[in-house]
């Protein structure tokens, strides 16, 4: 079977490490530095009672911000398809991705663009990965926008996004309980009109993964992030006590993360963690997020329902537009954007 060159936006390719992909000194993954503890919890969404699956939900919620379920009712055949698709996407002929590179456009709906940090002075350095962005909800107006190649990309994108959209609202649930909520609390809060956007990202085998990282050291500014990622390749990496946890990809499993509003929502109680994505010397690694996030218009604050004498308000309430305009500010840069609405003790 033939293989592909992967190629960069760019136009570079993954047989050299380019200066424009390289880290400044204090930046750098330091992976044989770096030690890497037993993983993230993993949670049976089968489990009985269902008590007991909100309790450990709860508990990686607050301890970790992350956590793998099994038993989760996507079908592996869909769930393997998705990747596959976005995997043959990415492998493309640049010429053929070009109609979907990002613009300074904020609003476009479809986009492939790689991340960067800020290097020494003005230089930009950019990540060692490709990133392709869309809504996965509603789809009805923008399915069109969609590739057309590969031929099934999006018959089967929709057929996921409705899968995605039953398990999202049940983690909502599951979390709500966990914080002692009624189920649709979390749900209602976030708002009629969320955004809801799927990202692929394609990390091709990288020559030095001591240089460079797949994807910079971050949080999500969603409220909660599904993410599907390649089996046999370990890439994503969480902060733990300030060490990295590598989160060992179990056969059909997903990855959850509380997402940053999710944080200011219970005052802080469950955790928006750092994480990172690194490379791999000789295997490509794909994964599939899909972020569930408030409309501009949400107004976002701790509940007041977990609001008491002894648990005062850590953040002030702001729009979801604030929280946004504050985040493209802080583009390239190790974002604090949560930090912003704290209430000064």
Partial sequence: ????????TNGSSHLSLSPDHVLPQDQRPNLTQTPLLSSIPVIDLSEQPSASVVDKVSKAC???GFFQIINHGVPRELCDGVLAVVAAFFELPPEEKARFLATTDRTQQVRLFNYYVKGDGENKVSMWSECFGHLWHPLDQTLHLLPENPPRYREIIAEYAKEIGVLMKRLLRLISEGL???QDCLEKKIGDSPMCRAQGNYYPPCPNPELTLGLNVHTDMSALTIVRQ?????GLQVIKDGHWVAVEPIPDAFVVNVGDQIQVLSNGRYKSV???AVTNETRKRVSMATFYTPGKDTVIGPIRDLIDEQH???YREYYFSEFLEEFFKQEGARRMVTEIFELKS
């Fill in 1 to 8: 079977m033939a293989t592909q060159t992967f190629h960069f």
């Fill in 62 to 64: 607050e301890e970790y």
């Fill in 180 to 182: 002692g909520l009624q």
């Fill in 230 to 234: 390649s089996e046999g390749v370990t």
């Fill in 274 to 276: 750092h994480h990172r």
């Fill in 312 to 314: 005062t308000p850590l």
